[in-house]
């Protein structure tokens, strides 16, 4: 990695490990927590790491629907296994797995522009399939917790949903720049993105598999914190999990931290805290999440250590 690389690697490093520290010091007891993560239920936590498998398989689905959309053809047991290595890099490795899958996507044929953009606008269908999630369920709160605190919920979640309308919409005008500026690479590129937004997000068979894929991702993933939860012996229904989960997973996606470290646990604590679950339990579940999410990555490693072509350049995760 570069010196930039690996600054912005370490500045990541350096804010997850703050946040979890600060977190230590406030209410939240490393002991109690630790206990708790010894007496989870051994057949829920089998279940639950199962169902993260199947999250790594819906994740290179998603992302094949994308590349046949733009018409960069990917196998499907290739998008699966690149998604998967993918998955490694950033969970074990802290490292960009996108950035990885592109190089694999390149490397198996696609073009570097298809390759890219593949990957970008499958994320941006990702996020876009959990910010609905994420205003679509808020109202299961009402009832659960405070009146205005539930309204202002739903506000954020609607606006937040309205960027990421907005987020597309520009994509989908990058090519209105004049033509004498196509000298430019750059502005090349844009075009290209623009042109494949439009295959994506204005043709309604892609659209509603892509989305469809993504509302599947975030339930899924919600269905393992649930069970999770279970294991734990945490006092929570799985419409709290619907409600409360996508919006942690929202959080954690800001590109600050090591895989989420840090911000998800205080997003877990604060959320879970306003239907009266405990810091410790709630802190608890959040660090189980993280590291069965490493367990179900590991396997990504044996894939990618299988391939024959390892010259890979690295570069920090962006989320």
Known sequence: MTRKQTLA????????????VWLFESNVEFAAIQDRLLQVSLPLLAAGFGVFLVQLLIGGVRWKVVTDAIGARLALGQAVRFFYI????SQILSVGGDAVRIYKAYRAGLGLGPAVNGVFLERAGTILALLLIVAATQPVLRGRIEVDLAATMLLAALLALGAGIAGIVVLLQLDRMPVALDRWRVVRGLRAVAGDTRRVFLAPGPLMRLLACGVLTHLNLTFAVYLLAQGLAIEV?????LALVPPVIL??????????????????IV?????????NDAGALSILTGLVGIAAALPGGVLWLLDKDHRIVLAPNEG
């Open 237 to 241: 229904s799985w419409f709290d999990c």
């Open 86 to 89: 993918g998955a490694f890099f």
């Open 271 to 279: 959320l879970l805290g306003l239907i009266g679950v405990p810091e």
């Open 9 to 20: 690697l370490a500045l990541k490093i350096l804010v997850s490990a703050g946040l979890i």
């Open 251 to 268: 959080i954690a996606t800001v590109p600050i931290t090591i895989g989420g470290w840090g911000l998800r646990e205080g997003a877990m």
